[in-house]
């Protein structure tokens, strides 16, 4: 039988052809020479170079050379999958694990489709890494190389082509296809369970949709032809994102993309790698060139990285400082995406608001980051930059009654999580906030720039009861509303799909964002109460303060850190609370238990409190202050009571 174009197809070294090829572009069907059409298994080979394929019959054993130049490599077909052997010497990775991986992982792909066959040509020297292989079944065909899948243009269409044309045996069913998950190597750092199914669906969509973006860079939506690393979506989920996962060295590399792209201004760019957008220095968005290094170093301890873009972030707040001499940031805000995507388009929030007081975080953080990397002359100056634009803050956008200029959630939330509410009036700030809420009837009103810090900002200001409204609320907007919808990621639009008006836009509406999901930070440090102590970073001092509430009667979950696993438990029984502790080597927490009656909190040997304090998430509680070191640790006492509850 022949083979494209008409000449012979050798197969083994021999003169006799053991299969037939029908030319399908690329991607042909081969089956045994002389059989039917729907005989024996189907083996695929992909023409590349100098057109010969490899392939055989079940059972066949022999000798056959790749293509693409590779030298003779023994074979046998069993199951319809081609193993190939031979001495390492014969052919660099042939033998190894890694380079026998590859070749299955083809012939697994191919059956997706319904197809068989041996490895196509190109592979390269192994070994291949499993998890950065299997990437997007639809989209890859092709060899691995350097441990990497490298799609080969023309192929999908072809393979496609092939299948429309005939080419797949019989009908498409499920059985017929496998989904392969892609991400890059970020191991999995954090757990979280609770007693509400829910949440506990809510915490998997967190990281679904976590691994379903980080693929090289921090893409806003795996789905969509854009596929970006957009600058705003990474700096507010950055820490859910470290709490997650393991993404030190993953955001180490991103940083790099983002320096690179950084403009000779000192503007940052709204996406990096910059490949078709040419926005730079919008609020929210360019910051991250700030947030998302200290947020690095906070999780990881690592001032490595601190130092290697410290010059890159010097200049972004010299852009700043130029273009604003009146410590007002209302100029140079390119494209200003400001509260992207707030609910039902509602986005009121004054973008010179916003804005500001983004510059105002970014120069607390620098402070911290001079002072850290051993600049303290470089910290004094971000500590008094910091205080002007506070100053200039409250005097443009603060009354005297604590209300924000526009008096949207967001407005609140950005003035007390960046600290620019007069000390004074910082509570009052503080039950506006929660006023609004009340307005919204009891619904969350932010986007993407300032939902990540709505309950961190509420349990801290005596409000943990609203905390738990707005996670608890079931209606649309809220997150889970996306989970009752049957979400299994975290949405691009709080209105993605409703049941009152279906789908959103279909020219933007995404079913896998992480941004909206930055409310996992939230999840391990307030509701589990993993935390650090103020000032530090590394995990090697702790704060251990959990924050029950709502009609959660548990929870418990861990943190992977650089210092070891650090795994928090909680129960509510009757009036009763109990917070359970473990703790690796090296280490010392301050663990602080809420409660009604703090003093009588005691540890499992009936110890007392070190001291009771007051507890910020209710303004009537106290807690119970322990010092404790690594190891597990139980306290108990009475729970803490609903009075002071803003319902």
């Known amino acids: 039988m022949g083979g494209p174009g008409g000449e012979a197809l050798a197969v083994g070294g021999g003169t006799e052809p053991v299969v037939g090829l029908e030319a399908a572009g690329e991607a042909a069907l081969v089956r045994p020479a002389d059989g039917p059409a729907d005989a024996g298994d189907r083996l695929v080979g992909v023409q590349e170079q100098d057109g010969r394929v490899l392939g055989a019959e079940l059972g066949q054993v022999g000798h056959g050379r790749q293509p693409g130049g590779g030298l003779e490599q023994p074979y046998q077909v069993t199951r319809g999958e081609v193993q190939l052997g031979g001495q390492a010497s014969q052919r660099p990775g042939a033998g190894d694990v890694g380079f026998e991986q590859a070749h299955r992982l083809h012939d697994r792909r191919m059956r997706q489709r319904g197809l068989a066959g041996p490895c196509p040509a190109g592979l390269r020297d192994g070994p291949a890494e499993l998890a950065e292989q299997e990437h997007q079944a639809a989209d890859d065909v092709g060899p691995v190389q350097r441990g990497r899948a490298v799609p080969q243009r023309g192929q999908r269409a072809e393979v496609s082509k092939a299948i429309a044309d005939g080419g797949f045996p019989g009908d498409i069913s499920q059985a017929d296809i496998t989904a392969r998950v892609v991400h890059s190597d970020i191991a999995a750092a954090g757990e979280f369970e609770s007693g509400k199914p829910w949440l506990n669906r809510l915490f998997a969509n967190i990281d679904w949709g976590q691994r379903g973006n980080f693929i090289s860079v921090p893409t806003d939506c ?12 990474a700096q ?3 820490r859910t994102a470290c709490y997650n ?8 590399k991103w940083l790099d993309d983002v320096a690179d792209a950084q403009l000779g201004s000192g503007a940052f760019t709204d996406i990096a790698p910059v490949l078709n957008l040419r926005g730079a220095g919008a609020p929210a968005w360019a910051d991250a060139g700030v947030i998302v290094p200290w947020t690095v170093w906070k999780m990881y301890g690592d001032t490595g990285i ?7 972030m010097t200049r972004w707040m010299d852009f700043l400082e130029r273009a604003n001499p009146d410590y007002l940031r209302t100029r140079e805000l390119g494209n200003s995406y400001n509260d992207w995507l707030a609910p039902g388009g509602n986005d009121d929030t004054p973008h010179e ?3 500001t007081a983004y510059w105002a975080y970014d120069a607390a953080l620098m402070a911290d980051i001079a002072e850290a990397t051993g600049r ?25 009654d604590g209300h924000i200029a526009s008096r949207t959630q967001t407005a609140y939330v950005l003035g007390l999580h960046m600290n620019l509410v007069p000390e004074e009036v910082r509570q009052c700030a503080a039950d506006h906030l929660v006023e609004a809420i009340r307005r919204a009837d009891w619904h969350l009103t932010t986007g993407f720039a300032g939902v990540g810090y709505l309950l961190p900002v509420l349990s801290g200001t005596g409000h943990v009861d609203v905390a738990y409204r707005l996670l608890e609320q079931e209606s649309m907007p809220s997150w889970r509303y996306m989970v009752e919808a049957g979400a299994t990621t975290i949405w691009e639009r709080w209105d993605g799909w409703t049941s009152q008006h279906g789908f959103q836009s279909p020219w933007m509406n995404s079913f896998n964002h992480y941004s909206l999901g930055s409310v996992g930070e939230w999840l391990y440090r307030f509701l589990l109460g993993i935390d650090q102590a103020p000032g530090t970073a590394g995990f090697g001092q702790l704060l251990l303060r959990p924050h029950p509430g709502g009609s959660l009667s548990w929870a418990r979950g861990s943190y992977r850190s650089v210092r070891g696993p650090v795994s928090t438990g909680w129960r509510r029984a009757g009036d009763r609370f109990t917070f359970r502790v473990e703790l690796p ?7 602080r238990i809420p409660s009604g009656q703090a003093a009588e909190v005691r540890d499992a040997r009936g110890n007392p409190p070190a001291s009771v304090a007051s507890f910020p998430g209710a303004p009537d509680a106290q807690e119970a202050v322990f010092r404790v070191g690594s190891g597990v640790h139980e306290f108990s006492g009475p729970a803490m009571t609903d009075s002071g509850s803003s319902r």
């Open 236 to 238: 507010v989920f950055a």
């Open 306 to 312: 601190l130092h290697r873009y410290f010059t890159a």
């Open 245 to 252: 996962r393991d993404v030190a060295a993953f955001f180490g």
């Open 585 to 591: 080597p090296n280490v010392t927490a301050s663990v």
């Open 376 to 400: 303290p002359d470089d910290a004094a100056g971000y500590r008094t930059l910091w205080a002007k634009i506070r100053s200039a803050f409250a005097d443009a956008f603060v009354g005297s």
């Open 353 to 355: 608001l916003l804005a």
């Open 222 to 233: 795996p789905q969509r032809d854009e596929r970006l690393g957009w600058l705003g979506d």
